[in-house]
């Protein structure tokens, strides 16, 4: 039956994104891959079968997302079984370091993009009673420190999916979240880097009174296991697949623990996370 379910993913160029792509592709369903650059669709086809398809489609562009969906339309009569909105940029780095226009552009790509790629297709899905599947994240389940922009907008993409399962459910359209933890991909470097460099752009002075939380998430990062993005591209699959999809799968040892972490009590979850981050400080007093 997969040879006839098509599926929209959007941010293939890397990642889990690339890994959902190809998998589904392996399976036989008919992907259409969304990229934002043609050599990244090149490259995917290199890896593919002719069942996946690119396409240029940037969230953050109203007349890219037209374009796709108006290919989608004219190419497969009209349906689209799944749409897994996986597009999105990270930033970690505390408040006061991260500039406003690097926060603008985190919103505009996971919440601003991914609502409004899911609204211009909801027509199509609706038509053959299909799915959406949304990628979120543990920061969607549990803000931290160092992740407030992040957190903001998985949890975000957590309501989104909280009001689409019931608003969509008269029309047969299942709503799934994927809360994903830490993931081996070459994404994971890029947001290392990107961390860096802010905290090297910003104010010495401003950066030194945060210095002990940056070291605290610098070093958690790095002792956290991750997971392979295939294996989220496995889950995704379940999602898509099962005649009864659950509303939340928890992917990796970080999720879980997150999700643990976020059934504490409030004042609990501080007082932790406070002493998890300062306890080597207080020591040396």
Request: proline residues 4%; charged residues 25%; hydrophobic residues 40%.
């Amino acid at each position: 039956m997969e040879n006839k379910k098509v599926i929209l993913i959007t941010g293939t160029s890397t990642g889990i994104g690339k890994a959902c792509a190809l998998h589904l592709d392996k399976l036989g369903f008919k992907v259409y891959a969304g990229v934002r650059k043609q050599a990244d669709g090149d490259n995917l086809l290199k890896e593919a079968s002719g069942n996946l398809i690119p396409v240029i489609l940037d969230v953050t562009d109203d007349n890219s997302i037209k374009r796709a969906v108006n290919i989608v339309e004219r190419e497969t009569g009209g349906e689209l079984y799944g749409l897994v909105n996986n597009a999105g940029i990270s930033l970690n780095a505390p408040l006061e370091l991260i500039p406003l226009s690097k926060i603008k552009m985190l919103m505009d790509v996971n919440v601003t993009g991914l609502l409004a790629v899911t609204k211009a297709f909801i027509p199509l899905l609706r038509k053959s009673k299909g799915r959406i599947i949304n990628i979120s994240s543990g920061h969607g389940l549990l803000a931290i420190p160092d992740k407030s922009v992040y957190a903001a907008s998985k949890f975000a993409v957590q309501a989104i999916s909280d009001s689409l399962r019931v608003e969509l459910r008269p029309f047969n359209v299942n709503v799934s979240s994927i809360v994903v933890g830490k993931v081996n991909t070459d994404v994971l470097g890029k947001i290392l880097s990107d961390r860096k460099e802010m905290i090297e752009s910003a104010q010495t002075d401003i950066v030194k009174l945060y210095s002990t939380l940056i070291e605290f998430f610098d070093k958690e990062v790095k002792d956290i296991p991750g997971i392979d993005a295939d294996e989220v591209a496995k889950i995704i699959y379940k999602a898509l697949s099962h005649p009864n999809p659950k509303t939340q799968y928890l992917i990796g040892p970080g999720a879980k623990k997150m999700k643990k972490l976020a059934g504490l009590p409030v004042w609990l979850r501080d007082w932790l996370m406070y002493k998890a981050i300062y306890k080597s400080k207080k020591g040396e007093k």
